[in-house]
């Protein structure tokens, strides 16, 4: 049997685990709505928080099928859809499957007909991302008493620590958007496809401010996301050579 990254034994299993995923987040959304009736919520503020979290996810989505759709080129459909439906995040799977197939002298602009680049590929993806639960499992509890005992000691520098983790993180996403500026104008166009949604941000913050629009506080991070991702096509045509 000739071997295929499409193969639908592999999309049977990946739909059976997504399923799996569906049936838990619903089993939860039903936990949480009959909690929050226990405390006394009214329905209009549980449907509005439903409804903003449902929006808030949008933005997210859409750049994870991009992720889903990039991958599937070369990897096929079913593997991507599994990573980026449980664990994965799209700034690891992409430089991860793309590395991986680097390593194995596997081009990512064709399908990969080879079953033991594909596991490898596979394998790689999975592994790497597993060191993020570890550290989760045995030091969250560490981290979040330390951060709880400075607070109470001194809140300013606990405020500072919580600052101080989150740039670090936000530092490792921002590196990869200088990651390819040496290859001319196209490393340039995620750098400013970032600094048109961080502009977009900007401008709702100002509006949340200047006309006391507190509701767009809560769709303020979608819409930037999805403004820059609409931007990115235009921004790319304009960049490229010979661009108007």
Not at 88 to 108: D, F, I, K, Q
Not at 140 to 167: C, P
Request: proline share 5%; aromatic share 8%.
């Amino acid at each position: 049997m000739a071997f295929s990254v499409n193969h639908p034994l592999l999309y049977l299993l990946t739909g059976l685990v997504v399923l799996f995923i569906i049936l838990q987040s619903t089993y939860f959304l039903i936990k949480a709505i009959r909690r929050a009736r226990e405390l006394g919520m009214g329905a209009a503020l549980i449907r509005k928080t439903v409804l903003s979290s449902a929006l808030f996810s949008i933005a997210p989505a859409i750049s994870i099928l991009v992720g889903v759709i990039t991958l599937s080129k070369f990897i096929g459909l079913p593997y991507p859809w599994l990573r980026l439906s449980v664990l994965g995040a799209v700034t690891y799977e992409l430089p991860a499957a793309t590395l991986a197939a680097s390593a194995m002298n596997a081009p990512v602009t064709q399908t990969i007909t080879h079953a033991p680049t594909f596991a490898a590929i596979a394998w790689v993806m999975a592994l790497g991302i597993l060191s993020g639960l570890v550290l989760v499992l045995l030091g969250l509890r560490k981290i979040q008493s330390g951060m709880v005992s400075l607070a109470g000691r001194d809140k300013r520098w606990g405020q500072i620590l919580s600052d101080a983790l989150f740039l670090g993180m936000i530092s490792a996403f921002v590196g990869l958007l200088f990651s390819r500026v040496r290859e001319g104008l196209p490393g340039f166009v995620p750098l400013v496809v970032a600094l048109a949604s961080a502009l977009l941000m900007a401008v709702c913050g100002l509006l949340i401010r200047r006309f006391k629009w507190t509701w767009l506080e809560q769709y303020a991070l979608p819409l930037s996301m999805l403004g820059a991702m609409a931007l990115s096509l235009p921004i790319a045509a304009l960049m490229a050579p010979g661009g108007v």
